[in-house]
């Protein structure tokens, strides 16, 4: 009997045993967790950018960066190539220097409601729309943005941007910015650029050369245009300044672009019009366009009995040879709301070009007769 339980003990034993490693091989402990994919996180919080090209999801569908653009401080990050892109993130950054580059700058924002945060706009083109429609805010949003070293007018960043909301949006990798608009590095403009922003620039650069030791400032500017070429450009801008704080009213500046730069050609008075006053005035036999444009500008200087005046759309002039022209100008003067657009009729005499009236509504000139007509 004693025999028989011992084997049973032993039966138990080895029964109970079966199937458990050695003492020298421990059980395996739990699989190791599976990577986290890069893409939306509430918190960027020891993470890193990674150098992959730039693209996440905008309004839960697939987002690719195919343009950066970086102009006066707002980044814009797009997907399609029109003027209106199909996606598109945009970052104001409100840098504190007018045209400066961020270059060599970081930015690391948390998702909170404090202020300071840069604005960002997001969104896209519905289908079967020209209009973009985006959301913006001004905080809530997780965001890491590098800058490296601006060379040739390209700036290379990093980003990691998460939006607050249900659809998750982001964007994250690496992309090249193309600088565009006022550029200002280390207090110096980039004078080849075509922008109105440089244009004022140079108008209070000059301005403050002209009073050395005063506080010289441009408080406003409109009627800015420009116009380029291959063999080079022109443009003009109207200008408000002050000196040591005291308003001095507005200048009308005209510049030019030569060997690739731009610069001030020539300032007038606020209550005079450029066109009025060429370097050369026409022959009084000259029957081209430029004189009746010549001459439509000193007829306006009439009406306006040294009146500050903005003119806007230029001067269009209309020639029938010989018979008559007609030339159209829209302007503001200062201080009034109302545009006024004018046409003006001129009669062609032995005498050249004769100033004979307005037109008034209803009535159109038909440059192949010179005639006046009603529509």
Known sequence: MRRAAELLVASLVCIAGCGKGSPSSPPPGPAPAAATAPGWRSSLDGVAIPDIPASGKIH?????????????????LKQGKEFFADKEFTVFLFLKERGSVPENRAWNEKADKEFGH?????????????????ESVFGEYSMKLEFGKETGKKLPGKIWLCMPGETKDFVLGTFVA??????????????????????????????KKENPGKKTEVTKSMSGNMSTGPKGGSGGEDVEWSLDGVKQGWLKFRFVRENGQWGVSKVWPGNQIPEAHPEKAPAPGDASADAVKVFAA???EKILEGKTVHVLMGFSPSVKAGVAALCEAQWQVEGEEEWLRKRLLFKWTEAGWVFDRMLGEGEQFNVRTGDVEKK
């Not at 839960?60 to 814009?76: D, Q, R, S």
């Not at 565009?180 to 620039?201: C, H, M, Q, V, Y």
Request: glycine content about 12%.
């Open 178 to 207: 193309t600088v565009k608009g006022f550029i200002l590095r280390n207090g110096e403009p980039d004078r080849t650029e075509d922008s109105l922003e440089l244009l004022a620039w140079l108008a209070e650069e000059r301005l």
């Open 118 to 134: 840069p604005h960002v706009h997001w969104g896209g083109r519905p289908a079967g729309s020209g209009m973009p429609k985006k």
């Open 298 to 300: 000193i007829e306006i």
């Open 60 to 76: 839960g569908e697939p987002f690719a960066v195919e343009v950066a653009e970086i102009e006066n401080g707002i980044l814009h």
